[in-house]
């Protein structure tokens, strides 16, 4: 049995290399990125996760070609309301401020009030560390994160969160978000489970 995290911080990368490798334009892979999200959600549940935090897209991501720009903008909206369904409290971070911030999305920027049993689930959309430092660190409400998973195979955070993640442990899973399975999950949680988590003590 291993030992669980609170607070999962997840990466989920690979969509547009994953549309290539499946003769897709790269804009068609988000809406392929759902799916696993919701998986992940309940696997991680499942596992007695208290918090997720997912990465949405970021205030760079938005430099991308604007067919790409409205995808991920698109599938980002879908999957709130996806995740809504699953029972859990949502909360949407980012710069509300841009116009790259979806307005759809405005309602879920403040945390309704949660059962002390329910899961929180947040999203960074539109979010981008500078903003978030420069603005009187604008994610202040979502906690230390324990455990960050990226997908895809890279070796970096991309600017996730820099002062939550100042003690994470960090676990890459080198396949692509779309082909999550939920052993990759449990391989994470196992690989945590033999980490030295001190905080610097």
């Not at 599938?75 to 409290?89: D, F, P, Q, R």
């Not at 539109?126 to 660190?137: A, T």
Request: overall charge negative; aromatic content about 10%.
């Amino acid at each position: 049995m291993y030992r669980t995290p609170t607070h999962l911080g997840i990466i989920p990368d690979g969509n547009r290399r994953w549309a290539t490798r499946n003769g897709l334009d790269k804009a068609d892979g988000y809406e392929h990125g759902l799916i696993p999200g919701i998986k992940l959600l309940r696997a991680a549940k499942d596992r007695g996760v208290n918090e997720l935090t997912f990465y949405g897209f970021t205030v760079d991501n938005c430099k991308r070609p604007s067919t790409q720009v409205a995808a991920f903008k698109s599938a980002c909206c879908e999957a709130v309301k996806l995740i809504e369904n699953e029972g859990v409290s949502v909360c949407v971070v980012g710069n509300t401020d841009s116009v790259s911030f979806p307005k759809e999305l405005l309602p879920y920027t403040e945390r309704k009030p949660l059962s002390a049993k329910e899961m929180r689930v947040n999203i960074l959309i539109n979010y981008g560390w500078e903003w978030d430092i420069k603005n009187e660190w604008r994610s202040r409400a979502i906690p230390r994160i324990d455990m960050v998973i990226r997908w895809g195979g890279m070796r970096r955070l991309s600017g996730f969160l820099p002062i939550q993640t100042v003690y994470s442990d960090i676990y890459i899973v080198d396949e692509l978000w779309p082909d999550f399975e939920e052993t990759q999950l449990d391989d994470a949680l196992e690989w945590y489970s033999h980490q030295d988590v001190t905080l610097g003590g």
